[in-house]
């Protein structure tokens, strides 16, 4: 079983980068686009109330300051904290923002559980009472992040469907993979918030498992455990089937979209790119566009009924 | 009483999906929360020539197939044009963005009540951003990607397709006026009015079909005859003649518009329709241009003399060719950098859109003419006395220069300097309402368009340019909103045509750039006149 678990783990993790790689990968392979900006952009000077460099006059003669750490900031904090649910529909959020955390500090958890495994291989010791400040600060991080995990996670995925049915906007849109998701990730969060309470209350077996992970040792574990680790392996080779990529997507969707706000200048990199991108044949069927044409000669014709040659083909 | 509807009810042959009461709107203030009356119905004539099954209103008016051959036909081409949308050649202006708003919307329903048409309708289902891309998602579900049925029930994205149905769907892409509210709410940066537009772009592209009053009438006519009003080039003469009579008249400067100036420091391209409808607007700029000493020059070139450019509501490839015109003009002017007048849309397209098709000795530097007003007012070269606008003012945000360019305070700077009674409407700045005009809704005159434009579109905009003038209700303390945009004077033009609100309440409307010159110390009598048009 010992050896199953830890096979299965290692499936489970190159699973779940592999395909989340391949999705961003997809994702950041799709051309340069029109620019579609939406303000506030952060990383401007004025991002405070939404200014642009375009507020200045001959704005392409000055300086455009560029803070992107603290777009990063802002990007990356809202996965937290979630204020623009908050503010709109408070208790929607109450359950949204669980069920979101359930899912960053379950793999936060374990994530630090390598961590923390590698230190125990390098001879720290792992407890509250650790005689090393390493050991002590590992087991501090590890509690806080499983008990928000499973105790979050587990509020979320029982609030989420609740608050799903009795929302109209929300039901009508709901699709039953939804629901099952619900159900599904309550089983993972409820199995591990039990195998804590009941079992393992300093998580030591985790650790267990992870240096058996590190050190390919078949752990031995109680079978509660066991079960909500192969929940948790099962758990990381579905996420990739659902939108749950946008905790990535939606960084790049800031970042290459929304505040994309970078100009084309001539002779810049971004001109080459879209001069390959206007040379590309259209193939639109309307009777206005010709089809054929590249989206240059396009843009040079009218377009207009008597300038088009009979030979168009719908 | 709002009825319930489901994505089911677009599939359903025969009545009309939604049914739009004056009861379930949103109440506006006293008195004007009497005065609203059914949206005209079409008479039974229209409704054979058009299908009208979303709500009982047209924008486009297609005539639904008769045979079954021509069903299976419009629907098959349609699907053609959704594979185009995916198409990195065919579509590689909005793939990104269509694709991630597609993928990754959890349609949690937080942006619907961001947008003011869904606010307004009373909340009607239909109206929902997440309606139309659910719909283009389910098309995509079942014809394009054609996934197992069990697949499609496990994540409800069945469909079964109907050339009503896409009737229904394009219909409701011109119930979204692009204002992109919604967007700006989102925590995964998805977009729901953009998939409007490329719903729009579907139906243009692949099938040639859009409001007459955007595509035939409106690009192609600019590209035709030179300005989406008709007016050609010997039009546009006539009215620069008159428009200095008008300038003599008022001020007793004597103004010569220049036109065709080569080698001026700033083309300067102007919304025609003010040309035609507001004239004060282009009056003003001449004057204060003038009074600053600014080299500038209009073109009378085919296209140059208009900067409407409304392929950036519908179509890329009108859009491109609108584009490259006006940059053209300007290049052969031979001038240093384009300045947009005050149009919304027009800046959006030429400076931010533009930016990505305009390459080489087109990629002209392209600015709003916004911050050079500012720069004038500030620098003192003109004298200005604020006590000339003692009236209260509020402004609009076109979202088109503030939500989508962050053009945000350079106007407000302005007003504060040179209208002591100016005060916000409530959001403002990139929070902003949309007037109701947006995407091409102000020009789309047909069919019972107009009606629901005032009492849905525009409804949110009327009750906080009214709230925004709140402690001076009467009509005889002359109120004024500044908008900034000639779609939105339109906008604000019928709605206060509507419900009466000269008469009830003295709100005027008009441009930045006319309270400007109204300012100005030197000239011997008010540049605004108060008079309703």
Redesign the interface.
């Given at each position: 079983m010992g050896t199953l678990l830890i096979v299965l783990t290692y499936i489970a993790y190159v699973f779940i980068v592999a395909v989340y790689a391949i999705k961003v990968r997809k994702w950041l392979k799709l051309p340069v686009h029109i620019r579609w900006d939406l303000y506030p952009v952060i990383h401007e000077e004025q991002y405070r109330y939404g200014g642009s460099y375009y507020e200045k006059p001959e704005w392409w003669t000055q300086p455009r300051p560029k803070n992107t750490g603290r777009s990063l900031w802002h990007a990356l904090k809202d996965n937290f904290y979630m204020g623009e649910y908050f503010k709109r529909n408070p208790l929607y959020w109450l359950f949204l923002l669980p069920w979101h955390l359930g899912f960053i500090f379950i793999i936060l958890f374990h994530i630090t559980c390598f961590f923390a495994a590698t230190a125990m291989v390098g001879g720290v010791t792992i407890a509250s009472d650790s005689p090393q400040l390493l050991g002590q600060i590992f087991y501090g991080i590890l509690m806080a992040f499983a008990v928000i995990a499973f105790i979050g996670g587990t509020f979320g995925c029982i609030g989420m469907p609740v608050i799903k049915l009795a929302d109209r906007g929300l039901r009508s849109y709901a699709m039953p993979m939804n629901y099952f998701n619900y159900f599904f990730f309550l089983i993972v969060y409820a199995s591990g918030l039990y195998s804590w309470l009941a079992l393992d209350p300093t998580l030591a077996e985790y650790r267990m498992y992870w240096v058996g992970l590190i050190t390919l040792t078949p752990p031995d574990l109680n079978p509660a455990t066991v079960f909500h680790i192969i929940l948790f392996d099962i758990f990381l080779i579905y996420l990739p089937f659902t939108r749950s990529t946008h905790y990535i997507t939606r960084l790049l969707a800031y970042f290459k979209i929304r505040w994309d706000d970078e100009p084309n200048f001539r002779g810049s990199m971004l001109e080459k790119q879209l001069n390959d991108l206007l040379a590309q044949k259209l193939s639109w069927d309307a009777p206005h566009i010709l089809k054929g044409q590249s989206w240059v000669e396009a843009a040079i014709s009218s377009g207009l009924p008597e300038t088009k040659p009979e030979t168009k083909k719908d | 009483m709002i009825r319930?509807t489901?994505?089911q009810d677009f599939t359903k042959p025969g009545g009309q999906v939604a049914e739009l009461e004056p009861a379930d709107w949103m109440k506006l203030p006293a008195p004007y929360d009497q005065m609203d009356k059914p949206l005209k119905k079409l008479t039974e004539d229209q409704r054979k020539r058009m299908d009208a099954t979303l709500d009982g209103v047209v924008a486009i008016g297609i005539l639904p197939p008769s045979m079954p051959e021509e069903e299976k036909a419009f629907v098959d081409?349609f699907l053609?044009?959704v594979e185009?949308l995916f198409?990195?050649?065919?579509n590689?202006?909005?793939?990104?963005?269509l694709?991630?708003s597609l993928?990754?919307c959890?349609?949690?329903?937080?942006c619907?009540?961001?947008c003011p048409a869904y606010v307004a309708s009373g909340r009607q289902?239909i109206y929902?951003p997440?309606m139309r891309p659910?719909l283009l998602r389910r098309i995509i579900s079942t014809y394009v990607k054609k996934e197992h049925p069990l697949l499609r029930?496990?994540?409800?994205?069945n469909i079964e397709l109907n050339a009503q149905a896409l009737i229904r769907l394009a219909e409701l892409a011109y119930r979204c006026t692009l204002c992109?509210r919604c967007?700006?709410?989102?925590?995964?940066?998805?977009?729901n009015a953009?998939i409007s537009r490329e719903i729009r772009k579907i139906f243009?592209?692949?099938?040639?079909i859009a409001p007459k009053e955007v595509h035939e009438k409106g690009s192609?006519q600019q590209?035709?005859v030179g300005s989406s009003t008709g007016m050609t080039p010997p039009a546009l003469a006539d009215i620069l003649e008159f428009t200095e009579e008008e300038i003599a008249e008022k001020t007793g400067k004597k103004i010569k518009i220049p036109v065709d100036k080569k080698g001026s420091d700033i083309l300067l391209l102007h919304n025609a329709g003010e040309f035609l409808a507001w004239p004060e607007n282009l009056e003003a700029f001449a004057i204060l241009f003038d009074a600053a000493g600014i080299d500038w020059t209009l073109s009378s070139e085919l296209v140059g003399y208009d900067a409407v450019n409304y392929g950036v509501w519908y179509d890329?490839?009108?859009f491109?060719?609108v584009?490259?015109r006006h940059a053209q003009a300007a290049k052969n002017l031979g001038v240093k950098?384009i300045s947009l007048g005050e149009c919304g849309h027009a800046h959006k397209a030429m400076?931010?859109?533009a930016?990505?098709?305009?390459?080489?000795e087109l990629?002209i530097?392209r600015?709003?003419a916004?911050?050079?007003m500012?720069?004038i007012v500030m620098s003192g070269r003109i004298k200005l006395d604020p006590g000339r606008n003692n009236f209260p003012v509020t402004l609009h945000d076109p979202c088109n220069m503030?939500?989508?360019?962050?053009?945000?305070?350079?106007q407000r700077r302005i007003l504060r300097k040179i209208a002591p009674q100016f005060r916000e409407m409530t959001p403002h700045?990139?929070e902003n309402y949309c007037c109701g005009g947006g995407s091409g809704f102000a020009v789309i005159s047909s069919n019972n368009f107009p009606d629901w434009r005032s009492s849905v579109s525009g409804r949110m905009k009327l009750k906080q340019t009214l709230d925004a003038f709140a402690d001076a209700p009467s009509a005889d303390v002359k109120k004024y909103v500044c908008a900034p945009c000639s779609n939105c004077k339109g906008q604000y033009r019928e709605l206060f045509n509507t419900y009466g609100v000269w008469e009830k309440s003295g709100i005027f409307y008009g441009g930045l750039v006319e309270l400007i010159v109204n300012a100005m110390a030197d000239l011997k009598q008010p540049f605004i006149q108060w008079e309703w048009h």
């Open positions: - | 319930k489901g994505i081409r053609a044009g185009k198409d990195a050649k065919d590689w202006t909005f793939l990104q963005p694709y991630h993928e990754y959890v349609k949690c329903q937080i619907s009540d961001a289902d929902r997440t659910e029930k496990f994540k409800a994205s992109r967007a700006q709410v989102c925590l995964l940066g998805c977009d953009l243009s592209q692949q099938m040639g192609v590209i035709k890329d490839v009108q491109a060719r584009a490259l950098r400076i931010v859109v930016d990505r098709v305009l390459t080489g990629n530097p600015e709003s916004l911050p050079l500012e720069k503030v939500r989508l360019m962050g053009i945000v305070e350079p700045g990139v």
